[in-house]
């Protein structure tokens, strides 16, 4: 996925610059998930009779829960359900043989293919409603120590949401335009404040009203005491581990009550060249869940600074929009934005909460 994304050295964007693939690139792209995703499928369910009874369960949306039971990440969005045999060359689905007329039929956010029944979706069909992802709504919640899964978000007034980005990244310009642009998004609901220093950071969560806080930065690792660490780098240089947060808390005496009205959702956006491994973000994610948090949204491979800030833009415009959409439907058609223009990016964002978290109205 990194190399379809990245490139084979990873740190190149594969889009230009409206982060869109020409129709031959993409197609291409297509072809070789959905051969990794069939064979993930494969490992996933190997019993036949198992398959078949998923196949007919999930013929439809479908939303999927996921528990962890180790501190292991799987590609979920990138499962493939259309059986595929490996030595038999695919076919494209109707909806992608002619890409550049048919993804306008995108525009409506259908939840299955729109011309499904034509391609029947059949052995060996390619369509980018075989994954997962763009199928159905999947939801990875995290530990809930009592009481019962969070649905919405509770926002005061005069609510602030924490805003952390990093001085490093390789376009400042294009930073500098995201949050003025991420600003202007949230502003009818919260005030966005900057955190780009450990202090305001930690303010920011001590703040029991606190519904919202958003990465833009990169995600790195580096041995502390032989063991490695992995870190957000915020600001200039400031290195943030997920043990601060726990730290913060105790320090500052806020108590197992401190998210119990309002509890916010994290976004980690990781972006640029960040070595951040899937095991490391999962870190963060137990980290945040420790302090009860109400879900994280965060990229399993590194993405670009460009694709990273469209994604978040797309996402709080509907979440925190007018719209108010629940996390599970903001993603999807963020992801849905992304594939009109042959952009499989959206399907490295995994969402660790409940599919039906949204703001309170």
Same mark, same amino acid.
């Given at each position: 996925?990194?190399?379809?994304?990245?490139?084979?050295?990873?740190? $190149?964007?594969?889009?230009?610059?409206?982060?869109?693939?020409?129709?031959?690139?993409?197609? !291409?792209?297509? %072809?070789?998930?959905?051969?990794?995703?069939?064979?993930?499928?494969?490992?996933?369910?190997?019993?036949?009779?198992?398959? @078949?009874?998923?196949?007919?369960?999930?013929?439809?949306?479908?939303?999927? #829960?996921?528990?962890?039971?180790?501190?292991?990440?799987?590609?979920?969005?990138?499962?493939?359900?259309?059986? /595929?045999?490996?030595?038999?060359?695919?076919?494209?689905?109707?909806?992608? #043989?002619?890409?550049?007329?048919? %993804?306008?039929?995108?525009?409506?956010?259908?939840?299955?293919?729109?011309?499904?029944?034509?391609?029947?979706? !059949?052995?060996?069909?390619?369509?980018?409603?075989?994954?997962?992802?763009? $199928?159905?709504?999947?939801?990875?919640?995290?530990?809930?120590?009592?009481?019962?899964?969070?649905?919405?978000?509770?926002?005061?007034?005069?609510?602030?949401?924490?805003?952390?980005?990093?001085?490093?990244?390789?376009?400042?310009?294009?930073?500098? /335009?995201?949050?003025?642009?991420?600003?202007?998004?949230?502003?009818?609901?919260?005030?966005?404040? $900057?955190?780009?220093? %450990?202090?305001?950071?930690?303010?920011?969560?001590?703040?029991?009203?606190?519904?919202?806080?958003?990465?833009?930065?990169?995600?790195?690792?580096?041995?502390?005491? @032989?063991?490695?660490? *992995?870190?957000?780098?915020?600001? @200039?240089?400031?290195?943030?581990? *997920?043990?601060?947060?726990?730290?913060?808390?105790?320090?500052?005496?806020?108590?197992?009550?401190?998210?119990?009205?309002?509890?916010?959702?994290?976004?980690?956006?990781?972006?640029?060249?960040?070595?951040?491994?899937?095991?490391?973000?999962?870190?963060?994610?137990?980290?945040?869940?420790?302090?009860?948090?109400?879900?994280?949204?965060?990229?399993?491979?590194?993405?670009? #600074?460009?694709?990273?800030?469209?994604?978040?833009?797309?996402?709080?415009?509907?979440?925190?929009?007018?719209?108010?959409?629940?996390?599970?439907?903001?993603?999807?058609?963020? /992801?849905?934005?992304?594939?009109?223009?042959?952009?499989?990016?959206?399907?490295?964002?995994?969402?660790?909460?409940?599919?039906?978290?949204?703001?309170?109205?």
């Amino acid at each position: 996925m990194t190399v379809l994304t990245l490139g084979s050295k990873g740190k $190149r964007s594969q889009y230009d610059s409206q982060n869109a693939k020409k129709t031959s690139d993409f197609l !291409r792209d297509l %072809r070789k998930l959905a051969y990794s995703g069939t064979a993930i499928w494969q490992t996933l369910v190997p019993d036949v009779s198992d398959r @078949d009874y998923l196949r007919a369960q999930l013929s439809g949306q479908a939303k999927i #829960q996921i528990s962890r039971t180790t501190a292991a990440t799987f590609p979920w969005s990138l499962v493939y359900d259309i059986e /595929r045999d490996p030595d038999q060359d695919a076919t494209l689905c109707p909806l992608v #043989q002619d890409w550049d007329t048919n %993804r306008v039929l995108l525009d409506g956010y259908p939840p299955t293919c729109p011309l499904g029944d034509q391609g029947k979706h !059949r052995l060996n069909v390619v369509c980018p409603y075989g994954f997962w992802g763009f $199928r159905h709504l999947i939801e990875q919640p995290l530990p809930v120590r009592s009481g019962s899964l969070r649905q919405e978000i509770r926002v005061a007034q005069q609510a602030q949401a924490a805003a952390s980005g990093s001085g490093t990244l390789a376009d400042p310009g294009l930073t500098k /335009r995201h949050f003025t642009a991420l600003n202007d998004c949230l502003a009818k609901r919260f005030k966005m404040v $900057r955190c780009d220093t %450990r202090e305001a950071l930690q303010q920011a969560f001590a703040d029991p009203r606190l519904p919202l806080a958003y990465f833009y930065c990169h995600g790195k690792s580096e041995p502390k005491a @032989d063991i490695p660490t *992995p870190y957000l780098e915020i600001g @200039d240089g400031v290195k943030i581990s *997920p043990g601060a947060f726990a730290a913060w808390h105790a320090d500052g005496g806020w108590g197992p009550e401190h998210w119990r009205d309002t509890a916010p959702l994290i976004f980690l956006n990781g972006c640029g060249t960040a070595n951040l491994l899937p095991g490391d973000m999962l870190t963060f994610v137990d980290a945040f869940a420790g302090l009860h948090a109400a879900g994280v949204v965060g990229t399993e491979i590194p993405v670009s #600074q460009a694709v990273a800030a469209e994604v978040a833009l797309s996402f709080y415009r509907r979440f925190a929009g007018p719209e108010n959409a629940s996390v599970g439907e903001a993603l999807r058609k963020t /992801r849905i934005d992304l594939l009109r223009k042959g952009n499989i990016s959206g399907l490295v964002y995994t969402p660790f909460c409940s599919m039906d978290l949204a703001l309170a109205q």
